[in-house]
């Protein structure tokens, strides 16, 4: 009797050690496991597949029509209308396109403010990006730096430089240039004496030369 009584109670106490753990001590079974992890964001497939606002070149995939060129709320002006002809991409809030524009706009105004040439330099080298296009339909008052900006060139190696006198669109004292022939000869190199701060720096470039190249000069606009 003694040990029919023993074996019954080992076993109970099996069976309740068993229920303690499935139920984890609180009767809630598996729960913990079942329960899914803290929600994360996950992105939209259309929001990765949309390229990304590229206001310096037009896209070279399907663009938006011009009838859907509509913001979520409001409406566009006729000469935002007109800058984003053709310039949004599918999938794209035109929106986000004309920012673009109207930044580098901003951004053009502000250097302009501070100096004429520091802006020039920075539309001619694609400093401010998207610049060229924005600048006729969302800012108009900086076409003289876009006229200016179209005269001239950037820093580096250009071939077939035209024959004149050229101006650097800083005063950087490390500005130096070339022009060569074509056998590779120098022509003519600068500059002559070392500039002081506030110099203008000029290049002349001679009739036959083949290449101009400069180094810490920013832009070269006619003399």
């Known amino acids: 009797m003694y040990r029919r009584s023993t074996a019954a109670a080992l076993l109970m106490a099996a069976a309740l050690t068993l229920t303690a753990c499935s139920s984890d001590g609180d009767g809630k079974a598996g729960q913990a496991e079942a329960k899914p992890p803290a929600a994360s964001p996950v992105p939209d497939p259309a929001d990765s597949a949309a390229p990304s606002a590229a206001p310096d070149a037009k896209p070279t995939g399907p663009v938006l029509p011009d009838a859907k060129l509509t913001p979520k709320t409001g409406s566009f002006k006729p000469n935002e209308k007109a800058y984003l002809s053709g310039r949004v991409p599918e999938k794209m809030?035109?929106?986000?396109?004309?920012?673009?524009?109207?930044?580098?706009?901003?951004?053009?105004?502000?250097?302009?403010?501070?100096?004429?040439?520091?802006?020039?330099?920075?539309?001619i080298s694609g400093e401010i990006p998207g610049a060229k296009d924005a600048i006729p339909y969302l800012c108009p008052a900086q076409k003289p730096i876009l006229d200016a900006a179209a005269k001239g060139f950037g820093d580096g190696t250009r071939p077939a430089p035209a024959p004149g006198t050229y101006r650097a669109l800083t005063q950087n004292t490390a500005c130096t240039w070339e022009a060569k022939g074509k056998d590779g000869s120098v022509l003519a190199s600068g500059p002559e004496s070392a500039p002081k701060p506030g110099d203008k720096i000029t290049a002349t470039v001679p009739a036959g030369a083949a290449e101009f190249s400069s180094v810490n000069c920013s832009a070269w606009i006619p003399a």
């Open 93 to 123: 809030d035109p929106a986000a396109v004309l920012q673009s524009g109207q930044e580098a706009c901003q951004r053009v105004e502000r250097t302009a403010k501070r100096d004429k040439d520091a802006a020039t330099g920075a539309v």
